[in-house]
């Protein structure tokens, strides 16, 4: 089976060096990489260069908004696997070897899905469970992120677009759920987790680039912006209020747990978090 990879990318470039470096390190050859490309410059033509003859790319153009860079790109895939990694994660030597073997073994699954690790092999970008199985309405939020999605080309013709409304750079407040979004309307379809499968994200560089100070007015509102994204698909997609209820009431359990350890800084993330979480599902910012 063939793959097609679509990387949105928007300024970054030590990252996208990585992730081409240990796509190049794949034991399984038989991929395609899509870029869509929403630089206003030229900086990343130098840097596929060396890759041109290693294994195809397709170098496209797109105006921001994550969602709209992979909608560009959809509308070229020729693989029967399709993946969305971020221009910060790498992939392991043999993960593309390893999904591709589970797909020709589990003709009953459509959709697999990894756990999110960091360059210490620790959970990364959020909470994972620990379990393989099936992804329900419930568990998808600890058993998916974007970049460790694979799908069945069937499943991804089927969904159609996503949801441009959501995810970074959205003309929206709704700053993340894009991925989550796309993995609700698949689960009919049948999709499998395995926190074995890793991909390693984000990807620490040392440049400027990454170096810069978020002060924390900026983490509050990159930490809102993010929780509304969760409302509003806990919204979009009838969530079972209990579940709702238990999405707004873990960060109240961590507002009142770092007041009693004194850790009054902590309390900053999670009220962005509760603000973001019930905003979002009322649909107001």
Known sequence: MKFS?????LNRT???KVFLKSLDAQTYRDFELIVVDQNQD?????????YQERFHILHLRSTPGLSHARNVALKHIIGDLIAFPDDDCAYSPNLLERISIFFDNHPEWNGLTGR????????????WDSKAGKITQINVWVRGASYTIFLRQSVVVALGSF???LGVGASTPWGSGEDIDYLLRAIPAGLYYEPDLTVVHPIKVNNLQKNEEHTVKNTFLKTYSYALG??????KHNTPLWFVFYNWLRPVAGILVSILQGNLGRIHPHWATLQGRV???FGRA
């Open 5 to 9: 990879l679509i990387l949105a990318t």
């Open 14 to 16: 030590e990252e996208v």
């Open 42 to 50: 030229n900086r990343l033509t130098a840097i596929f260069q060396p």
């Open 116 to 127: 999110s690790i960091n360059e210490k092999g620790q959970n990364s970008s959020g909470k």
């Open 163 to 165: 949801d441009e409304s």
């Open 230 to 235: 969760r409302g509003r698909v806990l919204r």
């Open 279 to 281: 905003k979002g599902w």
